[in-house]
Structures are given as structure tokens and as C-alpha cells.
């Protein structure tokens, strides 16, 4: 490889201008990959944490009854027992042993359970619907950021205490402070009208999570008073989990469904359209990366040619004296992958100080960029190494045509 | 000139014909010859009268349409490219008309390009041939000089140290001197005269110049793709 090494360095040098444009061609490539590469990784990242951040990654359900078929008909009609919807709030019973086996899986980072239900909130004649989730004071941060969103007031979930969205205090007209009368919608307690059906509550807090779904919707209570609420004696209506990994919640939720025969979803079920939408960003940005390689190929096997042609008549006089025709591809493949090289490391380098520039540049007084670029994400690694493999690669045409030079034209022309 | 006994080239009815049919052109139609170690033998004859054809053939750069040829006593036609790039690179050196040194090499360098073929790290014997073949041919002092600053001459006589570096039975040189002004056509010519004698290398020149005829040891004439005549000279 001494003469292979010693005569591509030599034509790269000598023709130093040319080498220097075609490198940063190759880098600019490069930066054009990570840059990408950074950019959709860290907008994907976002995007899935303000989903998942707010979120249980997976949700325990009692598997919903089918309502029992009271007789089969000779024609094949089948007569309901009960209709569906309207049979008592299904409880999970066994739901302590439920939690120490979900605790103790691989991969889960919180187990919380929570007792939901409809229910409506009236404060004078106004009225609205609500969900109601009644959880443990110390579980009350776990699947969202709750303390973090409270805008006015605090998170205080002591029986008699509720904390609600901002969209529906405002809708509601309530402020920290006020009494607010909670009652059960569709419970079996509501419609026995017993006397937890109905509660008065204060106002403690009200958040802004930024779903307008929960901002509009949600209430917390205390778990306790949720039980009493809904007439639930003993066992919660759900338990949610949070997991390390995110893109794992599907396999975990696989595996609690099959071990506990409960309904288990996971967070990607009901955000269909985050999966579709981060798909196709991602075919979106492998297609620009693989038009900044194309870029790289293309630049690098014209240059090889037109130095190729330049070169003929040196590559006519080696074979004449014998240097074989293995020599002289090796020779211009080493080109490509000289080129390759240091304009790939050059173009990392500066694919990573460009993405940190703009992070910088986009940051905003919250410290939180308003481009979601992420240089950490910029996949360096992998860029290089393709770029010097494309350009290598683009090397093998031109290295081909110069081996195929006949010595005696080449030497006679 | 006591061993002429060796001979380093032989072609046997060596027929050359570019084209088929009616476009056929036959320029070479039966050329013999023996060339013998040390020998310097002239190749004269009219412009297109087949000389670099047979110089190529000789050489192994091009392959005759009939005929035989041996070099070093070996047999080369029918061996594959890479015996015959061997052969060229062990027994064979090339000068042509004009020098095709490499532009972004040195002098130094230039001469020691086909040891590349032969090894992968020049051994300092070559280094040393190098230096001498150089000193040799009057270019001491221009041997780090890149190709490019030298003059025509310069750079031709350093063609030739590059033909003679691994020590070829025969330096094949078609019209060297064609392309160099009188002084230092003369300079190349008694050089080659002298490198043929202290090496012990033949050389085969093709050439127009009577004055080369003049120094040599045989005469060989190109007419019509024949080797009409071979006549010695009186040097
Ligand atoms: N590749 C080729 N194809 C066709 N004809 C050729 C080719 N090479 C040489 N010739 C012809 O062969 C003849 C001899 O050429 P050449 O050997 O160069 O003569 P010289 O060197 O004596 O001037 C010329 O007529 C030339 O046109
Ligand atoms: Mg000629």
C-alpha cells in the first residue's frame, strides 16, 4: 500500500485546491446529514415527551364485561342480560398484589392506582361534566407534572380538597377557595343515592398541563374520597404505570395483560397519530440523508474521473513499466477514501457546532429552545462512516476507467 | 565487447495488421531480429514505416497478430497480464519521445517509480542506484527538484535513469530524441551510448537521426513493415 498511499497523498496535494473544495463538498454533505439527523431526532424526542410526559405509558383496566347472553334463540339471536354500559363501575379488586408484581417488573419506574369516574361539578346553576380522578397525595406528581403546572393555589389533595384544570375553573367560574358541589354521574351509589354520591369540595388548586383534554376535563381528589364518591368498598378502577423507556411501554403492557388477564394499553394506543406523524418524519429525514450521501457520491466520483483523465499519461507510463492494474484502482479508491475521510471529520465538526449554534441562538428566556434541535443526536458516528464508505465507493468507477487505460495509447497520445 | 553471447531479445516473424478485410492495414509482414546484451542497435526507416509498431510489440505493449516473441529467453506471448507486467518491469525499460515523468514527483522520485512493481518499500540498494543513476546522467543536483522545473533535456535524461533503475536486460526507446533541441539530442545520445556500455544494457533506439546510426553497433532498417537491410556502421 506504500506506493498506493504514497501517490494518492501526492495527487491530492499537489492539486490542493481542488482536494479542499471537494472535501468541504463532502462535508457540507455531512453537516447536512447530522443536521438533520439532529434536528428530527431531537424534535421527535420532544414531541414524545410532551406526550408521554403528561401521560401514563400504560394503563391496567378490568377487562370489560361482556354483558352475559341470557338465551340463545333457535334463529341466532341472542338476548342481553344486561346492556352494555350500564352495569356497575367494574373495580379492580386484587389490585395490592396487582402493584408489587407490576413494581417489580423490569423497566417500570412508578405503579399508581387511581379510582375514576364521571361525574358532574356544580357551583350555583352552573353545572359540568367531569372526570374525576382520585388519587394518593404522593402519587399525585407521578403521572404528570402536577406541581409543576399548578397556576393559582397548590397541589393540596386532604379530604375535601379538589384541584382542577384551568380551562374548566374558567368555564366554571370558580377560584382558589371556592366550594364547588361534586356529584357521581352513572355510579352505583348515585342511583342507590346513598350518601357518598355527593360531595362539596374546596378549590385548592388549578393547573395548567397544557392538554386541553386534561385542562378542561380532569379533577383530582383524594383517593379515598374517590372511593367514597363512587361507592368503590375496597379496589381502584385503574392503575397506571410509568415505564424508563417509553417505546417499551408496548411489550410491558403485553406482558401485564397476559399476567393479570386486566385490560393493559399503552400510551402509543391512543396517540396513533404521534407514531404515524414521527414515521413519516423519519422516512422524511432518511431521504435527506440520503440525497446529502448521493450529493457526497456524486462530487466525489466526478472529480476521480476528471483527475482520472488528467492523469493518463502517468498511469500509461506505470503499467508500462509494470505497477499492475490492482495498484492503480487501489490508488484512486484510496483518493475517494482520503476525500471521504477528512471531509467527513471536518463536516462532523461542524455539523455539531452548527447544531449547537442554533440551539444557542434559539434559545428563549425560559431556556427552553424554540428549536428542538438536539446536538447530542446528530448521529456523527454513523455519518462519517457512511460518508467515507459512500466516497469510497464513488471511487471504484473512476478507479475502474483508470485501470482500463492502455498503457501504449495513453504513453502515444 | 567480449560477451555478446546472450541474447536478451528475440522476434520471430513478427506479423502486425490493424483492421479487418478491406480496411486492413498489414504494417508489419515478417520482422525478425536478435538484439544481444549490451548491444546498441539503431531502428531507422521511413515515418510510418512500422517502427514504434514493432518498438510496442518488443516491449509487450502491444501483441503482434502472428509471430513469436521471447524476452530474457522467456517466451511472453500467451502468458497473462500479469507474467507480462513482470516481465516488463524486470527486463524491460522505456524511453520515449517524450519523458511522461510524473509532474508531482521529483526527479528522485520519478526514477524510483518502477520498483514499486518489484516491492512494496524501495530497499535502499535501489535508493542508492537511484542516486547514482542520477549522478550519472548529470542531474546531481536536481535530483529533489520537481519534473516540472527541469528543462527537456534535463527531464528526458531522467527518463532515462528511470528505465535503467532495475537493471533491464534491454531499454526500448522509440525516437528519444525526437522531441530535443541539437545540444542536447547530442547530450541524450552519448549518454545513452555510454549507459549501454557501463551497464551492460542493450538498447534498441528507433530514431531519424543519422548521427545515432552513426555510434551504434547495428543498423536495423524499417521498409514497407520488413526489415529490408542490416548493415553495420562504422563507428
Ligand atoms: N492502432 C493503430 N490502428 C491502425 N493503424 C495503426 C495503428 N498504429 C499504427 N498504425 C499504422 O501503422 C503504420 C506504422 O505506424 P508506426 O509504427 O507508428 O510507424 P513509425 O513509428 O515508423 O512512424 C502507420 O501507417 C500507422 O498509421
Ligand atoms: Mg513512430
Known sequence: ?413 | MTQLTTVVLEAKDIVKTFGEGEAATHVLRGVSTEIRSGEFVALVGPSGSGKSTFLSIAGTLLTPSTGSLAIAGESVLGRNEKEIAEVRNRHLGFVFQFHHLLEDFTAFENVLMPVYGAQARVSAPFVARARRLLQRVGLKDRMEFPTSKLSGGQKQRVAVARALIMKPEIVLADEPTGNLDRKSSDEVLHLLRELAHDEGTAFFVSTHDESIAMRCDRILTMEDGMLSSTKPSLS
Not at chain 1, 128 to 142: H, N, P, S, W, Y
Request: positive net charge; without cysteine; proline residues 3%.
Open chain 1, 1 to 413: 500500500m506504500l506506493f498506493e498511499a504514497k501517490v494518492a497523498t501526492r495527487y491530492l496535494v499537489s492539486a490542493w485546491r481542488q482536494s479542499a473544495l471537494l472535501m468541504f463538498g463532502v462535508s457540507v454533505g455531512v453537516v447536512v446529514f447530522t443536521f438533520i439527523a439532529s434536528l428530527m431526532n431531537g424534535l421527535s424526542v420532544r414531541l414524545t415527551e410532551d406526550i408521554t410526559g403528561n401521560v401514563a405509558h400504560v394503563t391496567l383496566e378490568p377487562a370489560p364485561r361482556l354483558p352475559q347472553t341470557f338465551m340463545a334463540s333457535p334463529r341466532g339471536r341472542a338476548l342481553f342480560a344486561i346492556q352494555p354500559g350500564h352495569n356497575v363501575m367494574p373495580v379492580i379488586r386484587n389490585y395490592r398484589s396487582i402493584i408489587e408484581q407490576a413494581a417489580r417488573m423490569h423497566g417500570v419506574r412508578a405503579v399508581v392506582p387511581e379510582v375514576f369516574g364521571n361525574a358532574t361539578l356544580a357551583r350555583g346553576e352552573q353545572t359540568l361534566a367531569v372526570a374525576v380522578t382520585g388519587i394518593q397525595a404522593k402519587d399525585a406528581d407521578v403521572i404528570a407534572p402536577l406541581t409543576r403546572s399548578i397556576v393559582r393555589g397548590r397541589l393540596d389533595l386532604a379530604v375535601g380538597s379538589i384541584v382542577v384544570g384551568s380551562r374548566l375553573a374558567a368555564e366554571l367560574g370558580v377560584d382558589v377557595g371556592d366550594r364547588v358541589n361534586l356529584r357521581a354521574a352513572n355510579s352505583a351509589a348515585s342511583r342507590t343515592r346513598s350518601a357518598g354520591a355527593e360531595a362539596v369540595m374546596v378549590v385548592r388548586g388549578i393547573f395548567t398541563l397544557g392538554v386541553q383534554a386534561i385542562d378542561e376535563r380532569v379533577v383530582y381528589i383524594d383517593l379515598t374520597s374517590a372511593r367514597k364518591l363512587f361507592d368503590v368498598i375496597d379496589g381502584v378502577s385503574m392503575i397506571e404505570l410509568k415505564v424508563d423507556d417509553v417505546w417499551q411501554a408496548p411489550a410491558l403492557a403485553e406482558r401485564l395483560g397476559r399476567a393479570t388477564t386486566l385490560r393493559a394499553s399503552n400510551w402509543l394506543n391512543r396517540n396513533t397519530r404521534l407514531q404515524e406523524g414521527l414515521r413519516a418524519q423519519d422516512s422524511t429525514a432518511n431521504m435527506i440523508k440520503a440525497f446529502s450521501l448521493l450529493t457526497i457520491a456524486v462530487g466525489v466520483a466526478s472529480a476521480l474521473f476528471l483527475s482520472v483523465s488528467r492523469r493518463r499519461s502517468d498511469i500509461g507510463i506505470l503499467r508500462s513499466f509494470g505497477i499492475g492494474r490492482g495498484a492503480i484502482i487501489r490508488t484512486f479508491i484510496l483518493q475517494g477514501l482520503l476525500i471521504g475521510t477528512v471531509g467527513a471529520l471536518v463536516g462532523a465538526a461542524l455539523g455539531f457546532g452548527f447544531a449547537h449554534l442554533l440551539l444557542y441562538a434559539s434559545m428563549k428566556a425560559t431556556g427552553i429552545p424554540s428549536i428542538p434541535i438536539d446536538p447530542a443526536q446528530g448521529e456523527y458516528l454513523l455519518a462519517v462512516l457512511l460518508a467515507m464508505i459512500v466516497s469510497g465507493a464513488a471511487a471504484v468507477l473512476p478507479a475502474r476507467s483508470a485501470a482500463r487505460i492502455d498503457p501504449l495509447e495513453a504513453i502515444q497520445s
